[in-house]
């Protein structure tokens, strides 16, 4: 078998297949944030559907601009009735789903309606945290499930698709068949990683009638279909099967001198071919995803939980502001008195002008008035912990109190939480922003500590993750705990000089970026340079020599007041 590809090399593929054969493969779900590796996968749409338009929509759009209806604008400008033609009423397009994690169930299923009665092409482009997904009844419509996560931009080389092969390989594909031993096999390794819809063995087959196509082959190979089991059904595994023990044979019983006479068998037996599609999706998937599945096959059946819980409705509006000027079809509500109040003083002046339509009121496009809220966005509270030296734990013990304390209210406030630990030579994100206590408490409960002191390391990695999550629409504010005695630089060495200077750098860029910051001072005694970075990161400097959770959340909750 191949080496397992790359998720790139995976991604380049899956459009490459999806091209061929777009009624049976539906789309591409692709999990990654904004950034050049989706940047260059979107570029490479327009050569792998040179003939097909290329929607772009999010889950906030209309109805009227999904399936079309009275365009109101052009019949108020008309005066007659003007219909206007909805995006998914374009049989054959690519439709480019951005923010697709924030799709509602009501959404996700006129999506599925479109997938199921026409040939659409869905892109799903997914950029949520640990805790948001694409709906379900979404996703299992996707052929391909691709992750970014890890990649970085030299990962990702722009390209395009080869239009040439593509052409021949449709042309090929009718004549491929799909052997009935291989729809045995797909069906039962499906079912063997606990995947229950039957759409996914249907997309095995047909992934690998296309990747036979692509290679200009007539008959489907078992390394071909091995391979497209790697990114069609490893993404979806829910379980890991566990090898099945061999029954004691009366072989295994026999004296070691009758079993040496039989030394001459093959050492290496062949395996089903099942057990070898298995082997070949373990070997494309990470370890920690096996140890994951493995554990929840361990733990099924133990938790009791009361349900999907309560649908809630976004009711937080915000407060009103004077209405806006705008156009008619978008999700955005007319303000209806401020409408007639625009159009009131231009009344006389259109009824008396030549061929105007007899009506009471004269509405134009122009008086069209938008209203518009002001409202709060979520906010995210970004722990930056100093886990270095000998009183990492009693620091890191406060973060996790402080972290918990505050998270106990964020159901209510709807607040985020993240934690980043520098030690060492390097920062690491320890917990990514949540909302859930109890997967908090499990990421707190190991954390390392000792080493070096990476302050600028850390900061670097705070600003990273509020500039990635400013773009989400969250409100960070970073909270830095540490004593001050950086002694790490940007680059690893232990170099005090530098490794202050670094800090100051990034506290300076924290500040351009206009991230609010809480410096708290966990050292003996208040330290001069801390100051001075609380100073460069324009923020408030609190010594707390001896700060418990509960100092450390109210000293937190002040600052964002």
């Known amino acids: 078998m191949t080496s397992a590809p790359t998720a790139w090399d995976r991604a380049r593929l899956a459009l490459s297949l999806l091209a061929i ?42 109805d009227d601009q999904l399936f079309g209806g009275v365009d109101l604008t052009a019949t108020l400008d008309a005066g007659q009735t003007v219909m206007s033609r909805g995006i998914l009423n374009d049989d054959g397009s690519v439709l480019l789903l951005t923010m ?11 999506i599925c309606h479109a997938l199921d009665r026409r040939s659409q092409i869905v892109i799903a482009l997914d950029e949520g945290l640990e805790e948001e997904a694409v709906p379900g009844r979404l996703s299992s419509r996707l052929a391909f499930h691709i992750d970014f996560d890890g990649l970085t931009h030299r990962d990702c080389l722009a390209f395009e698709v080869d239009a040439d092969a593509l052409e021949i390989a449709q042309r090929n594909l009718a004549r491929i068949a799909i052997p009935a031993e291989m729809i045995t096999d797909t069906t039962t ?19 690998a009638r296309a990747l036979t196509a692509l290679k200009r082959g007539d008959v ?47 050492e290496n037996e062949i395996l089903p071919l099942q057990d070898v599609y298995l082997d070949t999706i373990a070997a494309s998937l990470p370890a920690d995803v096996l140890d ?56 006389k002046m259109r009824r008396d002008a030549p061929f105007a339509p007899d009506k009471a009121v004269h509405v134009r496009a122009s008086d069209i008035r938008l209203k518009q809220f002001e409202d709060h966005s979520d906010r995210l509270l970004i722990f930056v912990v100093d886990a270095s030296g000998s009183a ?13 304390l505050l998270l106990a209210e964020a159901y209510a406030r709807r607040d985020h939480v993240a934690l980043i630990a520098f ?26 500590g000792g080493g070096g002191t990476p ?36 680059d690893g060495n232990a170099n005090r000089t530098e490794a202050v200077e670094d800090a100051q750098k990034m506290a300076q860029l924290i500040r351009a970026k206009q991230t609010p910051a809480l410096v708290i001072d966990t050292g003996m005694r208040p330290t001069a340079s801390l100051k001075d970075l609380a100073q460069d990161l324009d923020a408030t400097y609190l010594p707390l020599p001896r700060a418990d959770a509960h100092r450390v959340s109210q000293a937190v909750e002040a600052v964002l007041e």
Do not use: C, Y
């Open 220 to 266: 489907i190979t078992n390394e071909t279909l091995a391979d497209v089991m790697q990114f069609v059904l490893g993404p979806r595994a829910m379980q890991w099967p566990e090898a099945a023990e061999e029954p004691e044979t009366q072989a295994d019983q026999q004296p070691q001198e009758e079993t040496e006479t039989e030394s001459n068998l093959p």
């Open 21 to 62: 054969d777009p009624d049976g493969l539906g789309g591409i779900w692709m999990r990654a944030r904004a950034g050049v590796s989706r940047d260059r996968f979107v570029a490479a749409l327009a050569s792998a559907f040179p003939k097909t338009d290329i929607h772009r929509l999010h889950p906030a759009i209309s």
């Open 292 to 347: 994951r599945l493995k554990s929840r096959q361990q733990t099924a059946g133990r938790a009791t939980g009361s349900g999907a819980g309560e649908k809630r409705k976004g009711n937080r509006r915000g407060r009103p502001k004077p209405s806006r000027r705008g156009r008619l079809g978008s999700a955005a509500r007319v303000d209806l008195v401020a409408t007639l109040r625009a159009a009131a003083p231009w009344q």
């Open 392 to 404: 990492a734990l009693a620091r890191l013990a406060e973060a996790k109190g402080a972290i918990e």
């Open 455 to 490: 302050l600028a390391a850390g900061l670097e990695a705070a600003l990273s993750l509020a500039a990635s999550t400013k773009s989400k629409g969250l409100t960070p504010t970073i909270a830095l705990l540490t004593d001050g005695r950086a002694n790490i630089a940007l």
């Open 189 to 207: 390794v499906a079912a063997r990683l606990g995947i229950a819809d039957p759409r996914a063995a249907l997309f095995t087959l047909r992934a």
């Open 423 to 448: 030690r060492g030579e390097s920062a690491d994100l320890m917990l990514p922003p949540t909302r859930s206590l109890v997967q908090t408490k499990r990421r707190l409960a190991s954390l390392p």
């Open 100 to 110: 697709a994690e924030r799709s509602e169930e009501d959404f996700a299923a006129k």
